[in-house]
């Protein structure tokens, strides 16, 4: 691939949070962009202010990232649409309950079949054509998915799997001229958690935590390597290694 201007990129966990901004992030270098989340309509609004925005393409592909085949059909209606793919950002993730011992069923599936399979989906549909483009896959792991995490460690083991696959993948499609980045942030202010009650971006105040924006830009300079990639890089906020962060 090229740079990212008139580059053509797939964005998961598009409607709100870091999905979001890092739409932003790359139409603001000229990426024409697919928005892919189930929320149609906030996708629909985000695509018209990147193209107001930016003058780029913008077009929405609805979908279910537990669901293999609404995955597949999203990225192929990416490459009609936008004529390619030399970027993918497998964003989606959710995090619900906490402890083990009391966990539902369904919080445990809703975070294997997102964050897990999600991301095995996505990429499986794009390595194709990220083979043919010679582009960029960025994976979306978390501070969770490094270190132990006592307060939800189902969530924590569906991140040390995307960093563990993204490495592996990696290690397969290299010489085949795909790139693929690892992005770890740790707290975001985003409506993570909001179905289990208080959500990041309500919990922190503004420059308490990291901004989406922040990861966004982290993600558009994994995206934009042309002859290298960026094998993994943490965005934690200031005080994460203090007493009073850990």
Not at 127 to 136: E, K, V, W
Not at 175 to 194: A, W
Request: charged share 25%; glycine share 10%; no cysteine.
């Amino acid at each position: 691939m090229t740079a990212l201007n008139s580059a053509t990129a797939l964005v998961s966990g598009a409607s709100s949070g870091i999905g979001e901004a890092t739409a932003h992030a790359l139409a603001r270098e000229g990426a024409d962009v697919a928005l892919l989340a189930r929320r149609e309509e906030q996708l629909e609004s985000i695509a018209v202010d990147l193209r107001t925005e930016y003058g780029v393409e913008a077009t929405s592909v609805p979908a279910n990232v537990r669901e293999s085949v609404e995955v597949e059909a999203a990225v192929e209606a990416t490459v009609d649409r936008l004529g390619g793919l030399d970027v993918v950002v497998a964003n989606a993730g959710v995090g619900r309950g906490s402890d083990v011992a009391t966990m539902s069923d369904e919080e445990y599936e809703a975070m294997q079949e997102t964050n897990v399979d999600g991301t095995f989906y996505l990429t499986r549909a794009a390595l194709p054509h990220l083979t043919d483009s010679g582009g960029n896959l960025v994976v979306v792991g978390s501070f969770a998915g490094k270190f132990p995490r006592s307060f939800n460690p189902v969530y924590a083991a569906t991140k040390w799997w995307a960093r563990g696959f993204a490495h592996s993948v990696a290690a397969q499609v290299g010489d085949e001229g795909v790139g693929v980045s690892v992005i770890n942030p740790s707290e975001v202010r985003t409506e993570f958690m909001s179905e289990e009650g208080q959500p990041f971006e309500e919990r922190f105040e503004p420059g308490e935590v990291t901004e989406p924006a922040e990861v966004a830009d982290a993600i558009a300079y994994a995206a934009g390597k042309e002859g290298s990639s960026i094998h993994e890089m943490d965005l934690f906020r200031r005080d994460k290694y203090s007493d009073s962060g850990l």
